[in-house]
């Protein structure tokens, strides 16, 4: 069952009695999205099915305007003077990719006291009154532990490849591979690097502490560093672990090499970067009058050995492995967090 089948088929029941059209005119309305970050190809697929999605709900009248904005560093600071300016602009909602979960608090609130309303998305807010969008980040980290353990039952050394130091996801998957290793102790993690989400960074960093560790016997990630992790072992002259991957078009594209000549097994995980547009959808039905919960969860995507070649055909060049979301998608979940 793929990504989509499996969220609809999980509130199909709940969905029967949801009407799938708009109820009330939004087509004045104005949305904006506020990124910290778009320097791998996570964000910039992202972005890229932000703009597409909306472009077309501008066109369809849904709304009046859907406009991205993506701060020059990847700060706070920063982000909370583009949200502040988004308030001056008047715009009716902020979708938001958060630097951080705490720092931008402060700047949400003064929007929702403006009457805006916020929905993070990914890197979400803990502010009480913005509303969040995110997987089971713990558990998709702890998964990977789950499937090393069966892979690898005698256990061994781990490389953790960590992503934007700071930020909520960042530590919020670290903690969930963490917790695997507690739960199987046969796993020692006995190194530690930031990758940044991108193949380079995570090449370089992988490179430069490869020489003071042992033996590794699987490398544990965020999303897009598996590729860069291969080269740098690969560089070194050290065998190659098992890699987990993020879904990035050159890590399924490597690993489908492997796996032709040798058989080579590993799992792939992340958010599918589409998100965006499913937060875009909850922005609209909130402004549209509909009662929506504050927390929304949607599954991780998740790639197996035996599903590797049908993602990738499906899997754009240097992108992403992906979902798009619809506006009935946006009630589906919606539904299901009732």
């Known amino acids: 069952m793929n990504f989509r089948s499996m969220l609809m088929a999980s509130v199909a029941v709940l969905c029967a009695a949801v009407p799938m059209t708009a109820q009330a005119d939004t087509s004045s309305k104005k949305i904006a999205l506020s990124n910290n970050y778009a320097g791998n190809s996570w964000r910039q697929a992202m972005l890229t099915s932000w703009d597409k999605v909306t472009k077309e709900a501008v066109k369809a009248g849904v709304v009046a305007a859907a406009d991205p904005f993506t701060t020059a560093e990847n700060q706070a600071t920063e982000q909370a003077a583009q949200i502040q300016n988004m308030i001056l602009q008047g715009y009716d909602a902020i979708v938001l990719n958060a630097a951080s979960p705490t720092a931008l608090n402060g700047a949400v609130k003064e929007a929702c006291d403006a009457g805006i309303t916020v929905v993070s998305f990914d890197g979400i807010v803990t502010e009480p009154c913005a509303w969040r969008i995110a997987v089971d980040f713990k558990e998709m980290g702890r998964s990977q532990v789950e499937y090393l353990s069966k892979k690898l039952p005698d256990g061994g050394n781990l490389l953790e490849i ?35 989400w991108a193949q380079d960074v995570a090449q370089r960093a992988v490179a430069g502490v490869l020489p003071s560790l042992p033996e590794i016997a699987a490398v544990v990630t965020q999303g897009g560093d598996g590729y860069g992790a291969a080269q740098a072992f690969e560089a070194a002259k050290r065998p190659t672990p098992i890699i987990v991957m993020g879904n990035r078009e050159d890590e399924l594209q490597w690993w489908k090499k492997q796996k032709d000549a040798s058989g080579y097994e590993t799992m792939s995980v992340s958010i599918a970067p589409g998100v965006s547009t499913l937060a875009f959808w ?57």
């Open 162 to 196: 960590r992503g934007l130091a700071g930020v909520f996801v960042d530590d919020e998957i670290s903690a969930g591979i963490h917790a695997g290793v507690e739960q199987y102790p046969q796993f020692k993690i006995v190194g530690s690097v930031h990758g940044d």
């Open 282 to 338: 909850v922005a609209q039905q909130i402004l549209d009058g509909k009662e929506v919960k504050k927390d929304l969860v949607v599954p991780f995507l998740r790639i197996d050995q035996d599903t590797l070649e049908k993602n990738l055909e499906t899997t754009q060049k240097g992108g992403v492995a992906n979902v798009e979301y619809s506006l009935e998608d946006a009630q589906a979940v919606i539904a299901a967090a009732k």
